[in-house]
């Protein structure tokens, strides 16, 4: 039987430490590659974290392409269970807003097709076709409002502010009313 | 003669008498008795990769059965290992008598291991050259000079190029690729002032492996200096800047501005 190496990833990391004299200090610089063997990706790194970043995107595309025949509550699972590829979700998250922001119906679409792919269900919680029909104004509009309305937020939270402490002032300088009950 | 002397000779000898010679570098060859062993001979692709497994852990002594199928069948079995064992015990001595030991692949137990003294293979040669080189480094010039020589002669390309993308094999491509870039590098050293164009050469062969290696932009300036050819030599400077801004962002070494600097106050 043929050994299965989709399921495998090996990572080759090369360290090159480098020593040299700048005005008249002794420094040290690691210039490194890491290469993926099994994919024959490979990338230089002076920041070790580079090459982090890249093996945990080589085992986000590990994990996609070994679930990709699973069913839908399979590769949920799966997904949940993998570190890695939401470690990278994170990291590519904001780059998809972006993306968003700049050509919304083209990433809409590209949203519902992934959406799609998790069924019609989730499909059907999601109003992704009312999202499509946004335009760039409209995302604008939305934008301007929020602006609008945060500032609305800081006045109103001003004017309690205000009401707070007016409420508190004339409680505190409140004349004490005894009531002095004559015993009998 | 010194010890290094007599040590290249050997080597040498045995590269031009072994019987069974192996190439690994650049593609993978086998020779028995000067014939090449064609792919009808090897049969399956398995028979061959466990040769290759076996070079690729040749200084592992006694590699045990179970480890190796680990590495080369998913869920192999006996037979599996059987099969492809007697295929390599084939290639290596189609007329062995049955019921006699095999002479390339020690056997003790389960474990299994081939014998280097009497296989010749590329890799092995050429780390063995190396060594020779960087001994005789500093007090045999000729000698280490003509070590390195061999070892590049050896170089053909990338080790074991079709199983790039098998784990088993990468440790030893990586070993072999930095004992190469180093000796392409120390020979174009040796050579600058004997024959800068040669070192300029040498230097591109390393840069071809590694494009970031910047020993080897250095020495190709220095070479350019020696020649008199200064744009060259600035381009080559150009070119190493360039690259390292592009793979890791940084600016070239203090002593590579300082060849330079020595070019452009020319």
Redesign the interface.
Known sequence: ?????GQ?A?F?I?FNQ?F???KGESKV?W?G?VSH????KDQ???DFSDAVKFIQEQLAELTLEATKHKSQEQQESLFTKSLSLWKTVTTEGPKVIMETIKDPRKQVAHLQDQISEFGEDLLEKVPIDDWRNVSRTDFKTIKDSIAELLTEVKKLNTKVDAINKTTKTSRTSKPKTTTATKKK | MSNLQNNLLELKKFQENAIIRIQTLGQFNLWRDNDKVDSKQWGRDKTVQLLQYLISNRHRHALHKESIME??????DDR?FKVALHGVNKVLEPNRPSRTDPSYIIRQGVTYQLDLDKIWIDVEALEKYIIIGNEAFGNDMKTSKEAYKSALALYQGVYLPNR????WS??ER?KIQ?LVLGAYVILAEILLHENPLESIRLAQCAIAI?K?W?DAYRLQMQAYLIKGNRPQAIKAYQKCADVLDQ????DP???TKKVLQEIESM
């Not at chain 2, 590495?71 to 192999?76: I, K, T, V």
């Not at chain 2, 793979?247 to 940084?250: C, F, K, L, T, V």
């Open positions: 039987m043929e050994k299965k190496a495998t090996s080759m090369r480098i040299y004299e700048e610089q210039r590659r063997v099994q994919g024959g230089s790194f002076s | 590495h080369l069948w998913e869920e192999g599996d790039i993308f098998e784990d990468s440790e990586e930095i590694d970031t910047e793979e890791y962002g940084i070494l203090p002593s």
